[in-house]
């Protein structure tokens, strides 16, 4: 267990659904992020956020919006979604932004299937 | 543009084997980089975090080197385990904190 918790572990939705992932970490950490892990590919950065302050948009469509309400708390809001989109969602946390000295701690992630 | 690549892509060694994994990267001016290892279709456990000033670091049967300069780290682990199969990965984290990840060495060891 390493303190940053994602649910569901698995999501299974068709191209017209809306859905939210979900990530809590109870590390007292300021920086949040997104990553999105495809088959035989490297981990790919989606969003960073510090202190509720979205930072980085790494050039991520619009229909993968992110909610950060607290320092604790990280959403994924998934709305037509195409089935190229399926992959392992990663939520990480680390202590802050702006200081590369910090460790990142990864949750379980979410497997999401677009049918 | 950083890029990290990691070599080789897969690795099989029958059990008490001492692994090796290797990690390059382009541009020298990290912060820190960070071992990683992932079971199948689960999440990433931290396994070694190293600061840009420091050239090793080491816990139980890992050693991860880094040497900035030439853009390389490699990861040690000494007498192998079926247990040690998995997907390990190195990411650099730049002077924001965000990482750049590798695509992973998929290391099996046969018992």
């Known amino acids: 267990e390493t303190g940053v918790t994602q649910t569901p572990r698995h999501l299974v939705m068709g191209m017209t659904n809306k859905k939210s992932l979900k990530c809590e970490q109870h590390?007292?950490?300021?920086?949040m992020y997104w990553y999105k892990q495809s088959a035989k590919k490297p981990l790919e950065l989606m969003f960073v956020?510090?202190?509720?302050?979205?930072?980085e948009n790494n050039s991520v469509p619009s229909r993968f919006s992110p909610e950060c309400p607290n320092s604790s708390h990280l959403f994924l809001h998934l709305h037509t979604l195409q089935p190229e989109d399926s992959a392992l969602y990663l939520c990480?946390?680390?202590?802050?932004?702006?200081?590369?000295?910090?460790?990142?701690?990864f949750g379980q992630g979410t497997r999401l299937t677009v049918v | 543009k950083q890029e990290v690549t990691q070599i080789p892509a897969a690795l099989s060694v029958p059990e008490g084997e001492n692994l090796v994994l290797n990690c390059s990267f382009t541009d020298s001016a990290i912060y820190n980089l960070q071992w990683f290892r992932q079971d199948p279709g689960k999440g990433l456990t931290s396994l070694l975090l190293?600061?840009?000033?420091?050239r090793e670091q080491t816990s139980g049967r890992l050693n991860a080197s880094l040497d900035k300069s030439s853009g390389r780290s490699t990861l040690y682990i000494a007498a192998s385990q079926p247990g040690d199969s998995a997907t390990y990965l190195c990411?650099?984290?730049?002077?924001?904190?965000?990482?750049?990840f590798g695509a992973g060495t998929q290391v099996v060891v046969t018992p």
């Open positions: 990480a946390s680390s202590q802050e932004i702006g200081r590369g000295h910090t460790e990142a701690f």
């Open positions: 190293i600061q840009s000033s420091q």
């Open positions: 590390l007292g950490h300021n920086a």
């Open positions: 956020y510090s202190l509720e302050e979205r930072v």
């Open positions: 990411a650099v984290a730049d002077s924001w904190g965000k990482f750049q």
